[in-house]
């Protein structure tokens, strides 16, 4: 059974860090891992993606530079390093795990990803 749990999420001011982990257990040959973040009243938005051979990331244009995805695979953990944030960054923060191969034109559609953990809230307010 395949399972995704997110932790470190939590109140920051403005301009605060935060780091993210997700564990996964049961997956065997992962390929690409993903964040997502969904806020109230919205689409749930595409973040971060980490491909398991060569450790290429990709990030949405608005966030680049201020996080950084990262894994550990003897661990079968992905990270997400949020700096400098913003009262916009405020969402439910969730990992996916893609078993198909890396795709270009599908990592940053919820749809590439087969499995899903629950999320983790994070609040930037002062």
């Known amino acids: 059974q395949v399972q995704l749990v997110e932790s470190g999420g939590g109140l920051v001011q403005p301009g605060g860090s935060l780091r993210l982990s997700c564990t996964a257990s049961g997956l065997t040959g992962s390929a690409t891992m993903g964040w997502f973040r969904q806020a109230p009243g919205k689409e749930r938005e595409f973040v971060a993606a980490i491909t398991r051979a060569g450790g290429f990331t990709y990030y949405a244009g608005s966030l680049r530079g201020r996080f950084t995805i990262s894994r550990d695979n003897d661990r079968n953990m992905v990270f997400l390093q949020m700096n400098n944030l913003k009262s916009e960054d405020t969402a439910v923060y969730s990992c996916?795990?893609?078993?198909?191969?890396?795709?270009?034109?599908?990592?940053?559609?919820?749809?590439?990803?087969?499995?899903w953990g629950q999320g983790t809230q994070v609040t930037v307010s002062s």
């Open positions: 996916a795990a893609a078993l198909a191969p890396f795709d270009s034109s599908t990592y940053s559609s919820p749809r590439h990803y087969d499995f």
